[in-house]
């Protein structure tokens, strides 16, 4: 279970890539922050930094695609991604603290 100051915060990050504000994460608003970041940090398509950052960036909306989007809808609303968060951050603390060593 997240404690609420890390659920609080991860509910922002959520809000800040929902760029079209529809309460869903989808493809489109990847594609977005994508786009902002190239702009701001002016990076030209097929420069190594704007590959780079774009196949990060997909990357991740990939995984969510496919281990959060829990209805299979094309979209993670946020509870589903506060769901995953969970689960990965439980994955990589039990590697790092684990409860016996053999």
Known sequence: MLNPIRERKLSHLFHILDRNHDGVLSRQDFEQVIEEITNIRQWKWGTSEYEE????????????????????????TESEWLWYLEQMLDRFFSFLYPTSFY
């Open 53 to 76: 950052l774009h196949f990060f960036w997909m990357c991740f909306c990939n995984r969510l695609e496919v281990w959060a989007d829990r209805n299979g809808d094309g979209k993670v």
